[in-house]
Nanobody, 125 residues
């Protein structure tokens, strides 16, 4: 069974850091583009960051690029999201997504083929 399992979320204070992990089981992600999205309470799911299979193409939502870092370890079948200087507005459910299509990934939700169940991140002020 193909699964993406996110972990590392939790309740933190503003200014703290968190590192999210997304482990793939039942498939290998080494040839897939991967991404993180998030869904704040009461809002639509939104793009956070993406990374190509070989990590040469990385992109971020503009407002997050100075604080968030996406990375991957294909040997561990895992994608990470390092989040620093967290703010209350970063409160959201964070989702990992992947897609095996060749070529550059897109930031739109419907591009991505498989998804994790999400991990809650809550940042208190």
């Amino acid at each position: 069974q193909v699964q993406l399992v996110e972990s590392g979320g939790g309740l933190v204070q503003a200014g703290d850091s968190l590192r999210l992990a997304c482990v793939a089981t039942g498939l290998t992600i080494r040839n897939d583009n991967m991404a993180w999205f998030r869904q704040p309470p009461g809002k639509e799911r939104e793009w956070v960051a993406g990374i190509s299979s070989d990590s040469t193409d990385i992109s971020y939502e503009d407002a997050l690029k100075d604080r968030f870092t996406i990375s991957r370890d294909n040997a561990k079948n895992t994608v990470y999201l390092q989040m620093n200087s967290l703010k209350p507005e970063d409160t959201a459910v964070y989702y990992c997504a992947g897609d095996p299509k060749p070529g550059r990934y897109l930031v739109t939700e419907n591009y991505w083929y498989y998804w994790g169940q999400g991990t809650q991140v809550t940042v208190s002020s």
